[in-house]
């Protein structure tokens, strides 16, 4: 496949999946999803900014706007860009991940970590997220776990991922800060929750 196609294939996804990540001066955010038939949810929106850095000094930044929930049936995220136009939607559920580009194409894997890794080719799992903006440790060991004076959870190390959690609403951390250091290249993803 053609370079330029691969850098922005994998410019939309990591954007996402990081939304999984997110902060960018005047982006917008996608409107919250509004689905009342899921029943109860734990919704969040905001701004994401993704830095990768790859060895030899390369980079590829992503930035937009993302809202996510999350239902006992599964989760959704949308993604958008800098205007607010929506750009993907992941949604998730027990035994399957869907990502669906604006354009209607898709991609299928049975989770979200083996969906980034079926697209970007390198496995980066973002499935701790769902409990990160719950300001908790997602299930699995974790090391180096640090709260803050309050006693919420403010930094720790899970699944390849360094993360530091801050700005506490009712409904957890505002800011999500996640960091990733793989052989290749060095992951940096900003999430700002302003919904």
Partial sequence: ???????ARRGLLMGGLALAAMLAAGCASPPRIDEAADGPSFDRGGRFA????HRGGKQDAVQGG?????????????????????LARIDVQPGRALL????GSTEAAADPDALVEQVLGSPIPVGGLRDWLRGRLAPGPSEHVEKDA???????????WRVELS???ELGPRLLRLRRTEPARDISLRLVIDQ
């Avoid at 993704?50 to 850095?53: A, D, G, I, K, R």
């Avoid at 669906?100 to 354009?103: A, L």
């Avoid at 309050?150 to 390849?160: E, K």
Wanted: hydrophobic share 35%.
């Fill in 1 to 7: 496949m053609p370079e330029t196609f691969l850098s």
């Fill in 50 to 53: 993704l830095l990768v850095e």
């Fill in 66 to 86: 993302f809202a996510w929930r999350d239902t006992a049936g599964g989760q959704r995220l949308d993604l958008a860009n800098p205007l607010g136009n929506t």
């Fill in 100 to 103: 669906t580009r604006s354009d």
């Fill in 150 to 160: 309050s006693g919420r959870l403010s930094r720790f190390a899970q699944n390849g």
């Fill in 167 to 169: 700005r506490y609403d």
